[in-house]
Nanobody
Framework: QLQLVESGGGLVQPGGSLRLSCAASGIGLGSYIMGWYRQPPGKQRELVATIGSSGDTSYTGSLKGRFTISRDNAKNTVDLQMNSLKPEDTAVYYC????????????WGRGTQVTVSS
């Protein structure tokens, strides 16, 4: 099966930046829509951004301008650049891969913790 591993999380001060990376193995990502989700403490998981197989992107409205999703199919990776971080961005961030031809093929990483605090 497709395996996803997130990295790049950590502690950052408000206004700082982090770049998360998701590395895939087992199956190439060329036919998958990739996404980043997050789950703040005590809240449900929410969508951050998606990027299609051809590079088209979509963002949660409140995050536009601060977060940027990108992918490199040759390297089998997807990144999330996060700028101007706020305390409310604190969450576990998850990488997701969804096969474009079937929603039954849906994979998740184990997540990486992002903490925004002074």
């Amino acid at each position: 099966q497709l395996q996803l591993v997130e990295s790049g999380g950590g502690l950052v001060q408000p206004g700082g930046s982090l770049r998360l990376s998701c590395a895939a193995s087992g199956i190439g990502l060329g036919s998958y829509i990739m996404g980043w989700y997050r789950q703040p403490p005590g809240k449900q998981r929410e969508l951050v951004a998606t990027i299609g197989s051809s590079g088209d992107t979509s963002y949660t409205g409140s995050l536009k301008g601060r977060f940027t999703i990108s992918r490199d199919n040759a390297k089998n990776t997807v990144d999330l650049q996060m700028n101007s971080l706020k305390p409310e961005d604190t969450a576990v961030y998850y990488c997701n891969a969804r096969y474009v031809w079937s929603t039954s093929r849906n994979y998740w990483g184990r997540g990486t913790q992002v903490t925004v605090s002074s």
